[in-house]
């Protein structure tokens, strides 16, 4: 499938940010069917049990994804997860390529709902969400804080097709 756009980075996030040691550093492709991508690899620093990764991150990513698939129709549009429901279907395994996937279900104009979905290569399911966010402005949600001066990374890395 082919890629419209490429989402910017932040400096401390742990799913996406560049600068944070222990993060994941995943980048996130804007996709032409309105869902957001992502190839990744979790650290083994982000092991629970020996070889599987611990479940919060995966559920942290999980957010991430279906977070940031409102972006593709609302970029100035900020949001906080108001609930989620994970299942984890298989073990997640860290040191290897996996792929991840966020789909809008529902947008209105004070929220949104989305699903978010992790798979290995092979295309089996590792992990789904069901998500729910409310649209907050975005000073609400930073404080004093500017996310302009958090989501600094415009990280162009010449993808245009993820399969």
Known sequence: MKVVKKQRNSINCIICGMDNNLGVKAPFYEMEDGSVYTIFRFKPEHQSYPGR?????ITAMLDELAGRVLWVV???TYAVTTSLEVRFRKPVPYDVELKGVGVLTKNTSRAFEADGKIYNMEGELLASAVMKYMKLP??????????DDEMIYDIQDGVTEIN
Do not use: A, C
């Open 74 to 76: 609302e970029p100035e």
């Open 138 to 147: 975005k000073d609400v949600i930073t404080g004093d804080s500017d996310m």
């Open 53 to 57: 990764v611990h479940g919060g991150l």
